[in-house]
């Protein structure tokens, strides 16, 4: 005879499920939005943002098949943590590439003395981005305890970096919108290596490593 005692873990899984489903969705979309905006403004800072966002998607990706994994019990927890540390191995390599990447990218910006053009679209991705993150990262850090996950309090720490990439990218792109400090973005977009590696080391040690 079935219990009729409910799992105690369904309904914060359930919830840990949908904020990762609206992390992969956000991500995803203001990638696009931000790619678009670096493209047309020529700015590497938008260029760093708009890729971090599609990687962030993969990381928000892996913790749904994670979740589910463990939600439909279609894999040992032993199989899932193998699996789960290699695919965030997998990320950590990609976000070390990516701040290698944009910090070349930046400094030769500066070295060229590119002047990226002003970005009303870049500013306002940015800035709601700023919200959405805040939001994201305080309610994976509660589901986090709930469950007592290591990789959703990893997932959430991510978050809150982006919620920092949005604030500095805003402000490069911001600046250089009101004042024509050409150089506030590539300067914002090397600011956004140090977040970028802190992420990278993160998901590598798949804890809260960098507080």
């Known amino acids: ?28 979309l203001e990638g696009l939005v931000a790619l678009f905006a670096a493209l047309g403004a020529g700015s590497v800072a938008l260029l760093g943002f708009g890729i971090d966002s599609f990687v962030e998607s993969v ?42 990447y944009i910090a070349f990218d930046a400094v030769t910006t500066l070295w060229r003395r590119e002047d990226p053009a002003p970005s009303p679209l870049g500013i306002a991705v940015t800035a709601l981005s700023i919200g959405v993150m805040w939001w994201l990262a305080r309610a994976k850090r509660q589901v986090a305890q709930a469950l007592h996950s290591r990789a959703l309090e990893a997932d959430s720490v991510q978050t809150s970096a982006c919620w920092w990439l949005s604030c500095i990218v805003l402000g490069g792109v911001g600046l250089n919108a009101l004042f024509g400090w050409w150089w506030a973005d590539p300067v914002a977009a090397l600011g956004m290596t ?5 992420e990278g080391r993160v998901a590598w040690k798949g804890e809260d490593c960098c507080d």
């Open 1 to 28: 005879m079935k219990s009729s005692v409910a799992d105690p873990r369904a309904a914060p899984l359930a919830h840990a499920l949908r904020l990762e489903y609206l992390t992969v969705g956000w991500n995803v």
């Open 59 to 100: 990381s928000g990706g892996i913790l749904v098949w994670r979740l589910f994994a463990e939600r439909t019990s279609r894999r040992t927890e032993k199989e899932i943590s193998e699996l789960d540390e290699r695919a965030k191995r997998l990320v950590a390599w990609t976000l070390f590439l990516l701040a290698a």
């Open 194 to 198: 140090y977040f970028l590696i802190r």
